[in-house]
DNA sequence: ATAATCACCTGCTCGC
DNA sequence: TGCGAGCAGGTGATTA
């Protein structure tokens, strides 16, 4: 489910909910997630004030003085605020109850997320110690991408969604953006010009930041921080769209696997 | 260092 | 209608 657009909209959605409020209790229900939830979390977190959500990637933070309580959604997980008196469904892992009554629930069927503890004055974390920069901060642009791609020879694509050299740019965005800028996802990253990439990086930009202001990708049963579905998914043009005619040119799009990623291009529009 | 593959887990869709 | 195969938004670990 979540890309980094839908990310930020679960940060903004929770953001009013939890903010000012005191963490009342954790309760754990399925600590086997991609790491062992800790198992002294509600210890750890009863009584803390919540002052801010903050977002590194598609990492979710809650930074308290003591600490960094660190969550990642994968690939299936959700985060939302619900009444304390709001059934349990199958997959709600984890509770965090807060002073207003209400609770913050991670639900992840595939469990694929995470939620995890890191005590202050330690180094940062491993997790986010060697990530890229985030995209849409002025440091990334296509001088950035052009010097970090010389001599690599895996496809652009894998460049594209490796965390290592930009964060938050996932398996649907990675096939938007190289479509837009007319880059073909096989090429060898060594080998796209550095207009090519100026042309990358804008539209990675372009389409994450558009997707944000329109609340995120609507596939399955994604929904923000205030149950509220994201508008985005009417507007893909080649994600899950493989087979079928190319808005630019009216061309079959091709679809293909790239380390072992679904990935959809039209062959004439992307060179 | 880089590239490719595997692994984690549940649920859904597809073809037989 | 049932059943196995394959695939799904991520990304760390492992292997060459």
């Known amino acids: 489910m979540p890309e980094l657009p839908e990310v930020e909209t679960t940060r903004r959605g929770i953001e009013p909910h939890v903010c000012g409020q005191r963490i009342v209790r954790v309760t754990v229900r399925q600590p086997q ?20 959500v903050q977002r590194r990637a598609k990492y979710l933070l809650l930074p308290f003085t003591h600490g960094t309580l660190i969550m990642h959604l994968g690939m299936s997980g959700s985060l939302r605020i619900v009444e304390a008196q709001h059934p349990l469904a199958k997959h709600d892992h984890v509770d965090i109850e807060l002073s207003s ?27 986010l110690a060697e990530l890229g920069p985030e995209p849409l ?3 990334f642009d ?4 052009f010097a970090r791609s010389r001599g ?3 496809p652009v694509k894998a ?3 490796d965390g290592h050299i930009v964060v938050g740019v996932g398996n649907i965005y990675a096939n938007e953006a190289l479509f837009s800028a007319g880059i073909r996802p096989d090429r060898a990253a060594g080998k796209v010009s550095r207009a090519r990439f ?4 804008d539209e990675v ?6 997707s944000i202001e329109q609340g995120g990708t609507t596939l399955r049963d994604f929904v923000g921080g205030d149950g509220n579905p994201g508008y985005f998914k009417q507007q893909l043009l080649v994600y899950g769209r493989g087979g079928q005619p190319c808005h630019q040119c009216g061309r079959v799009l091709d679809e293909i696997r790239l380390g072992q990623r679904s990935t959809v291009f039209c062959r004439h529009c992307q060179r």
């Not at 997630?33 to 801010?52: F, K, M, N, Y």
């Not at 992840?108 to 997320?113: E, Y």
């Not at 296509?142 to 991408?145: K, Q, T, V």
């Not at 930009?205 to 558009?210: D, E, T």
Request: glycine fraction near 8%.
């Open 101 to 127: 009554g209400r609770v913050l629930r991670l639900h992840d069927p595939r469990r694929f997320g995470a939620m995890l503890w890191h005590p202050a004055g330690d180094a940062m974390h491993p997790l």
């Open 152 to 154: 690599r020879s895996a």
């Open 137 to 139: 901060d002025d440091e």
């Open 159 to 161: 460049f594209l969604m």
């Open 198 to 201: 100026d042309a990358l990086a």
């Open 205 to 210: 930009k372009r389409v994450l930041a558009r």
């Open 33 to 52: 997630l991609r790491w062992p939830v800790p198992a002294d979390l509600d210890s750890l977190l009863q009584g803390q004030l919540i002052e801010q």
């Open 142 to 145: 296509g001088a950035y991408l």
